[in-house]
Nanobody
């Protein structure tokens, strides 16, 4: 059974930092593109970062570019999201996502597996 387990969420003040982790029980983790999405109350789930299977390629939307960094450790089956200079509008549930044999993740339809989500709350 495939599991993606996120951790590291919490409450932080604006301007602060958090580091999310996603541990994956994927037998061939290194063959998966990985990503992070977020969903705020009343809003659609949106992509915030994606990383290719070997980590050589990353993507960020303009809303988080320069503040968020995605990375992966294939030896530990783990993907990370370092979030700096957090803003109240970053408040959301953050989801880890995996795409088998994918170079990248562009939309929700690309995702084969989802984590259960971790809450990030940024206070002003």
């Amino acid at each position: 059974q495939v599991q993606l387990v996120e951790s590291g969420g919490g409450l932080v003040q604006a301007g602060g930092s958090l580091r999310l982790s996603c541990s994956a029980s994927l037998r061939t983790f290194s063959s998966y593109a990985m990503g992070w999405f977020r969903q705020a109350p009343g809003k659609e789930r949106e992509l915030v970062a994606t990383i290719s299977w070997r980590g050589g390629s990353t993507y960020y939307p303009d809303s988080v570019k320069g503040r968020f960094t995605i990375s992966r450790d294939n030896a530990k089956n783990t993907v990370y999201l370092q979030m700096n200079s957090l803003k109240p509008e970053d408040t959301a549930v953050y989801y880890c996502a995996a795409r088998r044999l994918g170079v990248t993740i562009a939309t929700m339809r690309d995702v084969d597996y989802w984590g259960q989500g971790t809450q990030v709350t940024v206070s002003s």
